[in-house]
C-alpha cells in the first residue's frame, strides 16, 4: 500500500522512484522476455510479417509497442499486484490501461534525447495549467542503471507543477536541464511519474552501458480509450480474466460489456 509519505513527495515533485520493487527472479524472467520478443518483433519486420504493434528498429537498438499479447508474462505485469496499489492509491481506484511497451538500447545510435510530457495533443496541452494527473506512467529497469551516462531515465523535479512550456531551444539542448535528474538505480526499480513531469531519456556517454526498460501507462475509467487500448485482437479481449478486463473499456469485448468505465 502507498504511503502518505509517497503520496506527498510524488504529489510535490512527481515521479517515484522505488528500488527493489521487483525481486530478482521476475527481473529475470521480464529481461529475458523482452530480449527473446524483441528479436521475434524484428525477425517478423525483416520477413514483412503482419504482427500487432509497432517495432522501432535502429541498428540494435529495438523499441516496440503493444506488448500485452507477446507474451503472458507482459500481461500480468499489467495488473502486477504490488504496483496497482500504487497506480490506484495515486490515480484512480478503477484505472484503465493506457499504452505499453519494451526499450533495448546498448548505445545512442538512432536515438536522440528529446524533452516532453506525455498524452494526447502533446502532452494535453490544451488543457489550463496545471495539467492534471490525467495519465500515470510507471518505468521497469531490467538491467542495472546505478551509473549514469547510457540513456538513463531523466526528469525534472516539480516541472508537473510548472505553469508554462521550456523554450524550444531548450527543448533542443542534449545536456540535461538544469535541476533535472538522471534517474540512477539498480535493475527490479519500478519509477512512477506524473504526465505532465517533463522527461526524457538522459545522454549516452558510458561505453558499455544498456537500457532495457519495460513501460506500462494507466490512464482514468472515463477517458477516451488509445489506439492500443482497442488494437488488440478480439480473442485477445475476450480471453482477459475478469479482473483484467477491467483495465479496458467495456466496448472492445465481443459481446460489449455494459458497465461504467
Known amino acids: 500500500?502507498?504511503?502518505?509519505?509517497?503520496?506527498?513527495?510524488?504529489?510535490?515533485?512527481?515521479?517515484?522512484?522505488?528500488?527493489?520493487?521487483?525481486?530478482?527472479?521476475?527481473?529475470?524472467?521480464?529481461?529475458q522476455t523482452v530480449k527473446r520478443v524483441a528479436n521475434l518483433r524484428r525477425k517478423l519486420c525483416t520477413e514483412e510479417v503482419e504482427h500487432?504493434?509497432?517495432?522501432?528498429?535502429?541498428?540494435?537498438?529495438?523499441?516496440?509497442?503493444?506488448?500485452?499479447?507477446?507474451?503472458?508474462l507482459f500481461l500480468t505485469m499489467l495488473n502486477y499486484p504490488p504496483i496497482?496499489?500504487?497506480?490506484?492509491?495515486?490515480?484512480?481506484?478503477?484505472?484503465?490501461?493506457?499504452?505499453?511497451?519494451?526499450?533495448?538500447?546498448f548505445g545512442p545510435v538512432g536515438r536522440d534525447m528529446a524533452w516532453h510530457i506525455?498524452?494526447?495533443d502533446e502532452g494535453y496541452r490544451g488543457l489550463a495549467r496545471p495539467i492534471p494527473l490525467l495519465q500515470l506512467k510507471v518505468g521497469y529497469y531490467l538491467t542495472d542503471m546505478t551509473e549514469a551516462g547510457q540513456g538513463n531515465l531523466s526528469l525534472i523535479p516539480g516541472s508537473h507543477k510548472s505553469?508554462?512550456?521550456?523554450?524550444?531551444?531548450?527543448?533542443?539542448?542534449?545536456?540535461?536541464f538544469e535541476g533535472a535528474i538522471q534517474v540512477c538505480a539498480p535493475a527490479g526499480t519500478a519509477i512512477l511519474f506524473h504526465n505532465a513531469l517533463?522527461?526524457?531519456?538522459?545522454?549516452?556517454?558510458?561505453?558499455?552501458?544498456?537500457?532495457?526498460?519495460?513501460?506500462?501507462a494507466y490512464e482514468h475509467p472515463w477517458m477516451i480509450a488509445s489506439a492500443e487500448h482497442w488494437n488488440y485482437p478480439a480473442k485477445f479481449y475476450?480471453?482477459?480474466?475478469?479482473?483484467?478486463?477491467?483495465?479496458?473499456?467495456?466496448?472492445?469485448?465481443?459481446?460489449p460489456e455494459i458497465r461504467w468505465g
Open 198 to 216: 517533463w522527461h526524457s531519456s538522459g545522454p549516452w556517454y558510458k561505453q558499455d552501458g544498456q537500457r532495457i526498460m519495460l513501460y506500462y
Open 163 to 176: 505553469m508554462t512550456d521550456p523554450s524550444a531551444d531548450d527543448l533542443q539542448k542534449k545536456e540535461l
Open 84 to 105: 496497482m496499489a500504487y497506480v490506484e492509491g495515486l490515480l484512480n481506484s478503477r484505472p484503465h490501461h493506457h499504452a505499453s511497451d519494451a526499450v533495448l538500447e
Open 1 to 31: 500500500m502507498i504511503s502518505q509519505s509517497e503520496k506527498f513527495f510524488f504529489d510535490n515533485n512527481g515521479y517515484l522512484v522505488l528500488e527493489q520493487f521487483l525481486d530478482s527472479e521476475l527481473t529475470r524472467d521480464l529481461l
Open 118 to 120: 506525455d498524452g494526447h
Open 238 to 255: 475476450n480471453a482477459l480474466s475478469s479482473d483484467r478486463r477491467k483495465l479496458f473499456h467495456g466496448f472492445v469485448f465481443d459481446p
Open 52 to 72: 500487432t504493434g509497432i517495432t522501432h528498429i535502429n541498428d540494435q537498438n529495438t523499441r516496440y509497442f503493444y506488448i500485452l499479447d507477446d507474451d503472458p
